[in-house]
């Protein structure tokens, strides 16, 4: 059996399991608690180098990540229901959509994310035990990140800055959905799923800009999105939920 090895509260994670629940496939689930930085971890880093969650392990010393790459494995191991386009030229727009979201909005959703869910923990370290956190941190991009919410926390005009940009998304979906209920193509796709973490956050952080007099496809488009078997399956929670239940445990 696969195992997932994965964030509850990460985006990327969030659209693998969505993936998965949507194609009815079995695997074993396994939480990585990034305030400690399992993720860090040597045994993490053989299956993910790039130290960011989610790693699906195929079979022993198979690994894959990157949520894009993994999805479009998954829907090619696993035809049905298909969650790509047939049309190649459609088929290139889900990617190039796919991959907006990963360079538009993701930088901007970690400003917010980390600085409610990481900060509070890492703002506590010594000296020592930040810089020894920060040498096990593969990339310069998260090493700058992890230091920013230990030693500089993001300002209140910088989430305010990362929200706007964040909100570029439900206005590009809105023209998207023009011509159908679903991104790409008048069908369901993996499009679809690469939103769908970030209008859970964004309907949490400005649910304002999912009312129907702003973006009123992208209301319809969500209401839809949260009626399907998968969205429970895949456990896209609040986030303050989440966080409130771990602070009681």
Not at 21 to 40: F, L, P, T
Not at 91 to 119: G, K, Y
Not at 160 to 174: D, F, N, Q, W
């Amino acid at each position: 059996m696969m195992k997932l090895f994965h964030g509850w509260l990460s985006s990327a994670s969030r659209r693998v399991r969505l993936c998965l629940a949507e194609k009815g496939m079995a695997y074993e689930s396994v939480a990585i608690d990034m305030g400690r930085q399992e993720h860090h971890a040597p045994e993490f880093l053989a299956m993910n180098p790039n130290g960011v969650v989610p790693a699906l392990m195929l079979a022993p010393g198979r690994f894959l990540h990157e949520s894009s790459t993994i999805c479009e494995y998954l829907d090619e191991i696993q035809p049905t229901p298909p969650l790509r386009p047939e049309d190649p030229y459609e088929r290139a727009q889900m990617r190039n959509f796919v991959r907006w979201t990963d360079e538009h909005c993701l930088p901007h959703l970690l400003i917010l994310n980390w600085s409610l869910a990481l900060q509070p923990t890492a703002s506590q370290w010594s000296d020592d035990e930040l810089q020894a956190k920060l040498a096990r941190i593969p990339t310069a991009e998260r090493r700058e990140a992890w230091l920013r919410i230990a030693r500089r926390p993001y300002t209140e005009e910088e989430k305010a800055a990362a929200l706007t940009k964040l909100l570029r998304l439900p206005a590009r979906m809105e023209e998207m959905l023009a011509d159908g209920p679903w991104l790409v193509g008048g069908r369901y796709s993996l499009a679809d799923i690469a939103a769908a973490p970030f209008i859970a956050r964004l309907a949490e952080l400005a649910p304002q800009a999912l009312a129907a007099g702003t973006h009123p496809r992208v209301e319809a488009w969500w209401q839809a999105m949260q009626q399907r078997p998968a969205f429970a399956a895949a456990r896209l929670e609040r986030f303050d939920a989440v966080l409130a239940a771990r602070a009681a445990a």
